[in-house]
């Protein structure tokens, strides 16, 4: 049976966050519990060495599978996979994507709730570089990375979006069903070419400013191919959108 009022559905991705997703699922729970939205969150695991999974099936346990749905895959497929696999499975009328790795606070998603509803807004996008956002725990040369990879693609694609490599938002279901059916990409460049697509779309996009925290445990998965792949993702884009 479908829930009376509005059901918000959190993507989260994971690979080697065994140490993290008890923390984040806690805050995830206890905002959506304080602020009386129903919600539920799917973990989407690929085949993480550390054993996210099994620590995700004892979260399953304590929060219920009403709240915790698992849905794992083979081997580590790339993250724009994960958000087309774990939205098969999703029942909310809403859909978040974050990250598992705490540098996303729940703290936000109150605001953005607000901000779609009071702006009617297709899509909430939490950015750094705007209003009160910021970087913290970030060494200069990565935020200079950042920062860099923003201007690029500001200048190359002139999406007017503040923040376009965010990976923290909030989209109205069918919004994001139709958007990730155009979206190419499947790797780091996918959050950019979602936000392109969907500014293309006509798509009413407004911004939250958020605290962007560095991962609490574990490394950061973003290299130097990942740098190029976004390079070309941006060069790729301004060629097709």
């Not at 509803?117 to 956002?133: L, Q």
């Not at 860099?148 to 923290?168: I, M, R, Y």
């Not at 059916?181 to 293309?200: C, D, I, N, P």
């Amino acid at each position: 049976m479908a829930p009376k009022g509005n059901l918000y559905t959190v993507i989260l991705p994971t690979y080697n966050e065994r140490k993290n997703l008890p923390i984040i699922i806690w805050l995830l729970a206890k905002t959506f519990t304080q602020h009386k939205l129903q919600w539920e969150i799917i973990i989407v695991d690929d085949a993480s060495p550390d054993g996210t999974l099994e620590v995700a099936k004892q979260l399953q346990s304590l929060y219920g599978q009403d709240h915790i749905v698992l849905k794992p895959r083979t081997g580590k497929l790339g993250l724009g996979t994960a958000y087309v696999h774990g939205l098969q499975y999703a029942q909310g009328n809403f859909v978040i994507i974050m990250d598992a790795d705490f540098s996303h606070h729940p703290k936000h998603i109150p605001t953005m709730i607000e901000l779609q509803k009071a702006n009617n807004a297709d899509i909430v996008t939490g950015t750094r570089y705007k209003g009160d956002g910021g970087v913290f725990g970030w060494d200069l040369k990565r935020k200079f990375v950042s920062r860099g990879a923003n201007l690029f693609a500001d200048t190359v694609l002139q999406p007017g979006v503040s923040d376009l490599t965010g990976s923290f938002r909030l989209y109205k279901r069918e919004i994001l069903e139709k958007v990730i059916k155009s979206t190419e990409s499947k790797g780091y460049t996918f959050q950019m070419e979602m936000m392109v697509r969907a500014k293309a779309m006509g798509c009413k996009v407004v911004e939250c400013p958020i605290e962007f925290v560095d991962r609490v445990y574990g490394e950061s998965k973003l290299g130097g191919d990942e740098i190029v792949e976004y390079a070309k993702g941006v060069l790729s884009l301004w060629l097709k959108v």
